[in-house]
C-alpha cells in the first residue's frame, strides 16, 4: 500500500455524514485535507470541526466555504487549494444535498422541480465543475493521483425516485468515462459504493420511524474503505470501476471505531443479477 503522509486531499461536503469520514481517514493516514461546506462554526456537523478533528487524527485540515451549486465559489476553492498546495493527489466528490423534504415515495410528477437540481446538479454536476478545476492540480501531482466519485447502488437500481437514480448512475458513467480520457495521464477515477451508512441524517430517521440500524455501515469505515483504495498499489487498475465498501474492508482487514466489519449491502445480489 502506498504511504499517504503528506498527500493533499480534497474532500467535498464534508461537514458530515460520508464526507466527514472520509476526511477523518485521511488524517488518520497523514494527509492535509482541505475540507468543503456550508455550515460554520464549533457544532459537530460544521467544515471548521471536521478540520480540527483531521487535524487531532494525524494529519492536517483546513475549511472551504463553498455551495457546490455556485460555480464560483467551486472555482475559488481550487484557486486557493493551489495557493496553499500547488497541487492535488485526491479529488474525493462527496458532496450532496437530500431534497427537503425527500422524495422517498410517489411519482415524479409529484416531486417539485427542484429535486432535479438537488439530486442530479449537486450529486452530478458539481462533481464535473470540481473534477474540471481540479484536473490540472491532479496533473500536477503526477501518477498516484485520483478523483473518487462517490455515489450509491441507485446507479444499479431503483432506490427512492428516479431522480436519484438518474444522478448516481449518471456519476458512475461519467467515472468510468473520465477515467478512459485521464490514463494517459496517469491519473485514476473510481466510483466508490457504500452499502447502507449511519450517516447523522439517517439516524435521525431511524429514531423518527422507529427503525434499527445499528449494524450499518458508520461513516468512519466508509472513510477507511475510502483511504485503503486510495493506497492501493493498483489504483490505476481499477480506475473506472465501482469498488464496494464491503469488498474493500475485506481485502484490506478494515473495521470502524467499534472493531466491527462493514456489512454487505442487502440487496447486492439483487442489484447486480446475482
Same mark, same amino acid.
Given at each position: 500500500?502506498?504511504?499517504?503522509?503528506?498527500? /493533499?486531499?480534497?474532500?467535498?461536503?464534508?461537514?458530515?455524514?460520508?464526507?466527514?469520514?472520509?476526511?477523518?481517514?485521511?488524517?488518520?493516514?497523514?494527509?492535509?485535507?482541505?475540507?468543503?461546506?456550508?455550515?460554520?462554526?464549533?457544532?459537530?456537523?460544521?467544515? %471548521?470541526?471536521?478540520?480540527?478533528? *483531521?487535524?487531532?487524527?494525524?494529519?492536517?485540515?483546513?475549511?472551504?466555504?463553498?455551495?457546490?451549486?455556485?460555480?464560483?465559489?467551486?472555482?475559488?476553492?481550487?484557486?486557493?487549494?493551489?495557493?496553499?498546495?500547488?497541487?492535488?493527489?485526491?479529488? /474525493?466528490?462527496?458532496?450532496?444535498?437530500?431534497?427537503?423534504?425527500?422524495?422517498?415515495?410517489?411519482?415524479?410528477?409529484?416531486?417539485?422541480?427542484?429535486?432535479?437540481? %438537488?439530486?442530479?446538479?449537486?450529486?452530478?454536476? $458539481?462533481?464535473?465543475?470540481?473534477?474540471?478545476?481540479?484536473?490540472?492540480?491532479?496533473?500536477?501531482?503526477?501518477?498516484?493521483?485520483?478523483?473518487?466519485?462517490?455515489?450509491?447502488?441507485?446507479?444499479?437500481?431503483?432506490?427512492?425516485?428516479?431522480?436519484?437514480?438518474?444522478?448516481?448512475?449518471?456519476? =458512475?458513467?461519467?467515472? $468510468?468515462?473520465?477515467?478512459?480520457?485521464?490514463?494517459?495521464?496517469?491519473?485514476?477515477? *473510481?466510483?466508490?459504493?457504500?452499502?447502507?451508512?449511519?450517516?447523522?441524517?439517517?439516524?435521525?430517521?431511524?429514531?423518527?420511524?422507529?427503525? =434499527?440500524?445499528?449494524?450499518?455501515?458508520?461513516?468512519?469505515?466508509?472513510?477507511?474503505?475510502?483511504?485503503?483504495?486510495?493506497? $492501493?498499489? %493498483?489504483?490505476?487498475?481499477?480506475?473506472?470501476?465501482?469498488?464496494?465498501?464491503?469488498?474493500?474492508?475485506?481485502?484490506? =482487514?478494515? *473495521?470502524?471505531?467499534?472493531?466491527?466489519?462493514?456489512?454487505?449491502?442487502?440487496?447486492?445480489?439483487?442489484?447486480?443479477?446475482?
Amino acid at each position: 500500500m502506498t504511504d499517504l503522509q503528506g498527500k /493533499v486531499a480534497v474532500v467535498t461536503g464534508a461537514s458530515r455524514g460520508i464526507g466527514k469520514g472520509i476526511a477523518l481517514a485521511l488524517g488518520e493516514r497523514g494527509c492535509t485535507v482541505f475540507v468543503t461546506g456550508r455550515t460554520r462554526g464549533d457544532g459537530e456537523t460544521t467544515m %471548521d470541526k471536521t478540520a480540527v478533528q *483531521v487535524t487531532a487524527a494525524g494529519g492536517h485540515g483546513y475549511a472551504m466555504a463553498c455551495d457546490h451549486g455556485d460555480d464560483e465559489q467551486i472555482a475559488a476553492v481550487f484557486e486557493k487549494v493551489k495557493a496553499e498546495a500547488g497541487h492535488v493527489d485526491f479529488l /474525493v466528490n462527496n458532496v450532496y444535498r437530500i431534497p427537503d423534504p425527500p422524495a422517498w415515495s410517489g411519482g415524479f410528477w409529484e416531486h417539485p422541480l427542484r429535486i432535479w437540481d %438537488d439530486q442530479v446538479g449537486i450529486g452530478l454536476r $458539481a462533481h464535473y465543475v470540481a473534477s474540471w478545476h481540479a484536473a490540472p492540480l491532479l496533473f500536477e501531482a503526477g501518477p498516484g493521483a485520483a478523483i473518487l466519485n462517490v455515489s450509491s447502488p441507485g446507479g444499479l437500481g431503483y432506490h427512492f425516485s428516479c431522480s436519484y437514480g438518474a444522478g448516481k448512475a449518471g456519476l =458512475d458513467r461519467l467515472t $468510468a468515462d473520465m477515467a478512459i480520457e485521464l490514463e494517459p495521464r496517469g491519473v485514476a477515477a *473510481v466510483v466508490l459504493y457504500p452499502g447502507s451508512v449511519a450517516t447523522e441524517f439517517a439516524k435521525r430517521v431511524a429514531e423518527a420511524r422507529g427503525m =434499527d440500524i445499528s449494524k450499518a455501515q458508520t461513516t468512519l469505515s466508509v472513510g477507511r474503505a475510502a483511504a485503503a483504495l486510495l493506497s $492501493a498499489d %493498483d489504483l490505476m487498475e481499477r480506475s473506472g470501476t465501482i469498488q464496494w465498501v464491503e469488498d474493500l474492508a475485506k481485502e484490506f =482487514d478494515i *473495521v470502524d471505531e467499534l472493531g466491527r466489519r462493514p456489512p454487505p449491502y442487502a440487496r447486492r445480489a439483487e442489484l447486480e443479477g446475482g
